[in-house]
């Protein structure tokens, strides 16, 4: 009993209990494989999310030990993904800029708030939760974030610089104009050399690791060639006054921005206790919602003044002039003259989303690599929690947190049945909450289930959670011992793994599928799939749209629920009469209702059930067939009593048949049943058609009736299947 309830606070000690010596060898090969995929693909994925690439070993470390040892599957492999990645950049980017210290501190705290989400849905067991978020929108969401996230990465592919636009394919467009005048030839022979690595040795044998061997190829001739031209000056060796000038602007502009950044989260806290304190809207709110709003206004201000320097100083082109003492200098192309010294390279000034220190301005006359990492374990700190920024957060850390966790379900369910072992949803909510959750002190941001690196596990042979934990072993040695060896990485070579790691999001045959299995399935999924595209780099707007569409088209389906009239076909069975194209009784009308009865469609019955009554003067009862009454509440109870009383009235008889307990249960509490008769109640159209035909024949001539004698079989048996996929239309006649 209480290694029952150990169990349950830690599901690790169940594959622990039977753990076999056999396993520690497949678990070991399956970590080892896994990180040799998670190092370089973790950096790509922090740097997709607009952090520093350690910050993706950070995320490494920590949640896919924790992920492991509290989920329930035993081979997925949790840590950085691409999709969580992207939208985790999209989240922020209103609040901060990217890469800077307000911006990590603000993705460390969109980790803590996925994780708490996560554990509170595990705990209180509403995973199901889950379920709005329908597959034809995530199916869309997913090829669209697949091809923003592959675009995003062009920049880095052909090594120029562009600034970030309002839409993203405004960004690609300006990307591709630049790389036909600015392209960096070494940068992209690197990826191009990259994708080859990896395409080539996935196809001879899928457990090669491609990635590791395409970094470690790469990475030894950025190391052997040169490729990082990067070295440090002073302002003053920059010999270009017009660029001494932007450059201090840019400096000027950027310490303004922050400061006003910092302003306006200071202000949304003012907000906030006066909303509380006046109980919503007041004169104070109203003058304070005023100054936020200038406040806006000279943020946006700010940040186009920031991109247009920053485009201006990234136009200079410049050659390097060496002193007598070997001392870089830089002028204009044509300032060096015949005879000095010369670098041999064009230089461009680095700046990026900080302040250019003037001390030492980081210049580079080459490719751009991964440059220098930290090394060392990361602090255990807590979470740096503004309120006003949690509460701006907290919409989108809800999606990600089903997104994530949709992905994550998605392959253990996958690898759960190929291998027999038992999956619950809640309990790796519970995993995947905790990782984020206490992942977030060790400073990592959003991690999740990744579909790639858990094929690799599974693949490998890893029998348990233990092998989660050899990959974080692998990634603290990597953090302590090898981070040296990662300055040299091209970051070309970083979007090559992006790129391809996102290849296997892209699948059309998911819109295929949904088109057959429901036409607006299809069209829900194509139109998420559209506005995800149009509204980057705002996905959430893309998805939300897609999740309306879903509820609304949910709460038409139900609104009105299909109504058949049946008779009876040349099986033997009650099937619908215009699909069949069956004779109508003149005396009893068979109408199955094919949904609940609620609120929302009390009417749509009613409304149905009175014009098949005004269409049949011969009418003497109504069957009503309820198989597909599953709930019966207040407001659909007193419509279908009013119904059965307007029916009385006109002197028909009322059935029902097919009805389950718990809407009995309602109509005997309420009295309907009693109205109705419990004699009038069947449990099948067979025995209520049996029941009451020969009351409703009475003094009738009609003969036969089409409700007991079955009709000239006019195809076989085995053709009525082929109706089923062949909405509306008869089987054809049997050739002879």
């Known amino acids: 009993m209480v290694l029952d309830k150990l169990v349950r606070i830690f599901p690790f000690i169940e594959w622990l209990r039977s753990y076999r010596s056999e396993y520690l060898r497949r678990d070991l090969v399956g970590g080892l494989t896994v ?14 999310a607009g952090l520093p690439a350690h910050y993706g070993l950070y995320a490494s470390f920590l949640p896919p030990l924790l992920a492991a040892l509290f989920g329930s599957s035993r081979q997925l492999a949790t840590g950085p993904v691409a999709i969580v990645s992207l939208m985790t950049a999209t989240a922020l980017e209103p609040l901060a800029t990217a890469g800077s210290e307000s911006f990590i501190a603000y993705a460390i705290l969109l980790a803590l708030l996925i994780g708490i989400f996560q554990l509170l849905l595990g705990i209180l067991r509403l995973g199901l939760v889950v379920n709005f978020l329908s597959h034809p929108v995530v199916n869309g969401f997913t090829n669209a974030a697949a091809l923003i996230i592959a675009t995003s990465q062009l920049s ?14 405004e960004e690609v467009w300006s990307v591709i104009r630049a790389a036909f005048e600015f392209t960096h ?25 491609n990635v590791l061997v395409a970094v470690v190829i790469t990475t030894a001739i950025s190391w052997a060639t040169g490729f990082d031209r990067t070295r440090t000056i002073t302002l003053d060796r920059i010999e270009v006054p017009e660029l001494q000038r932007l450059i201090e602007e840019f400096n000027v502009a950027i310490a303004r921005r922050e400061e006003k950044s910092a302003e306006r989260v200071e202000l949304r806290g003012e907000l906030r206790r006066a909303e509380e304190a006046h109980h919503g809207l007041s004169t104070e709110t109203i003058g304070l919602n005023y100054q936020l709003s200038l406040l806006n206004t000279t943020l946006d201000s700010l940040k186009d003044i920031n991109q247009e320097l920053r485009r201006e100083i990234r136009t200079y082109v410049l050659a390097g002039r060496l002193d007598g003492d070997s001392v870089l200098h830089l002028v204009p192309q044509a300032a060096v003259a015949e005879g000095e ?33 930290p090394s060392g374990i990361p602090a255990v700190v807590m979470p740096r929690i503004d309120v006003s920024v949690a509460l701006s957060l907290l919409p989108i850390a809800m999606i990600i947190s089903l997104l994530g966790f949709m992905e994550a379900i998605s392959i253990a369910k996958a690898m759960a049945a190929r291998s027999g072992q038992r999956l619950d949803p809640n309990r790796e909510l519970i995993g995947q909450g905790l990782a984020n959750m206490l992942g977030s002190f060790n400073q990592s941001y959003a991690v999740s289930g990744s579909f790639s690196r858990s094929a690799v596990n599974f693949q490998a042979g890893a029998a348990t959670g233990l092998s989660s934990v050899f990959s974080s072993l692998v990634v603290l040695a990597v953090l302590l011992f090898f981070t040296p060896l990662l300055y040299h990485l091209p970051q070309s070579v970083l979007a090559a793994i992006i790129m391809m790691a996102v290849v296997g999001l892209v699948n059309v045959k998911t819109f295929i599928h949904a088109w057959k299995a429901q036409r607006t399935d299809g069209v829900i999924g194509v139109i998420s799939f559209v506005c995800t595209l149009a509204f980057a780099p705002h996905l959430d707007r893309g998805i939300m749209i897609g999740v309306l569409l879903s509820l609304l088209l949910y709460l038409l389906r139900n609104m009105k629920p299909a109504i058949a009239m049946l008779s009876l076909h040349p099986d033997g069975t009650y099937r619908n009469r215009e699909r069949f194209q069956l004779e109508q009784c003149r005396h009893i009308a068979v109408i199955r209702y094919a949904g609940s009865i609620f609120f929302a469609n009390v009417n749509y019955l009613e409304d149905q059930v009175l014009e098949t009554v005004g269409s049949m003067p011969e009418l003497r009862h109504l069957l009503i067939v309820g198989n597909g009454i599953n709930e019966l509440d207040s407001s659909g109870e007193e419509a279908l009593a009013t119904l059965v009383s307007r029916l009385h009235e006109r002197g028909l008889e009322v059935s029902i048949s097919g009805l389950n307990d718990s809407v009995i249960d309602v109509m005997r509490r309420t009295g309907l049943l009693a109205r109705i008769g419990e004699n009038n109640l069947y449990r099948n159209v067979s025995r209520a058609v049996e029941s009451i035909w020969e009351s409703a024949h009475q003094n009738s001539d009609e003969a036969p009736c089409p409700l007991r004698t079955v009709p000239v079989k006019r195809w076989k048996v085995a053709d009525h299947f082929k109706v089923s996929s062949d909405v509306g239309r008869p089987p054809e006649e049997p050739r002879s």
Request: proline share 6%; hydrophobic share 50%; charged share 15%.
């Open 35 to 48: 990180a040799l995929v998670l190092v370089p693909q973790s950096m790509a994925y922090a740097q997709l």
């Open 156 to 169: 880095k592919l052909f090594g120029v610089t562009v600034e970030k636009a309002e839409h993203h394919y």
């Open 185 to 209: 030839w070494p940068t992209l022979a690197l990826a191009v050399l990259a994708f080859a690595i990896m395409i080539v040795l996935r196809r001879i044998n899928p457990r090669i690791p």
């Open 341 to 373: 010294s010369a670098s041999g390279r064009n230089w461009r000034v680095k700046v990026g989303n900080t302040p250019v220190n003037t001390s030492a301005i980081k210049v580079i006359g080459g490719g751009m690599v991964v440059g220098e990492i």
